[in-house]
């Protein structure tokens, strides 16, 4: 069925997809590398540990989607019941944040390039078609199945989408608001995931 994954023999799926569809979620993929930001800079003295031990940020980031998609370990210190239970959850979720952010966005960073990249291949393959069908293995539905989750949750807290409530609400804009393009995009992308994670079911 077009527009939904299908489960490939021997694992791994497919979908099929016009070009124009191609070209959104790619444009949203590079929208999601541009804001998770590169990876950090290569240490100059080459040592292979100096990656493993960087320290990442201690502080939630300020953009509301890289706080959506980073969210604070030990939840939101602004609903705790008393002032130090709040400044023991702002102390553990720095820490925890410090050292696991950075992996955590190279992560999601290694999920959007791999949706970039099977995007350009796929162009490629079929230079000159209306569409083609996108064969994904095993370990790359996996990471897409990852992207689309991140690009949801970035969409949707565009759109500030906080519960399922406000998912109805959406199926209900008018065709001016200017939100409809966003919203048709989550949508559809939520649709993808979907048939994405049947496929993968055992």
């Known amino acids: 069925m077009p527009g939904q994954f299908e489960p490939l023999p021997g694992g791994g799926a497919a979908v099929a997809l016009d070009d124009v569809e191609i070209s959104i979620i790619r444009s949203l993929a590079v929208q999601l590398l541009e804001l998770i930001g590169p990876g950090p800079a290569e240490d100059a003295?080459?040592?292979?540990l100096a990656e493993l031990f960087a320290e990442g940020p201690s502080e939630p980031p300020s953009d509301p989607v890289l706080r959506r998609l980073f969210p604070d370990a030990y939840g939101d210190p602004e609903g705790a019941p008393q002032a130090q239970e709040a400044e023991e959850q702002r102390a553990h979720s720095a820490e925890f944040r410090r050292y696991t952010e950075n992996d955590l966005r190279a992560g999601k960073r290694d999920n959007a390039l791999a949706v970039v990249r099977t995007l350009d291949a796929l162009s490629s393959a079929s230079a000159g078609e209306e569409g083609a069908v996108l064969k994904l293995s095993p370990q790359?539905?996996?990471?897409?199945l990852r992207a689309l989750n991140d690009l949801r949750l970035a969409i949707g807290s565009r759109l500030e989408i906080a519960d399922e409530d406000d998912t109805d609400l959406l199926y209900r804009l008018p065709d001016?608001?200017?939100?409809k393009p966003m919203v048709m995009a989550y949508l559809w992308l939520g649709g993808l995931q979907e048939s994405l994670v049947a496929t993968l079911m055992p």
Request: negative net charge.
């Open 45 to 48: 003295s080459d040592d292979p």
């Open 140 to 144: 790359e539905s996996q990471q897409w």
């Open 176 to 179: 001016e608001d200017p939100r």
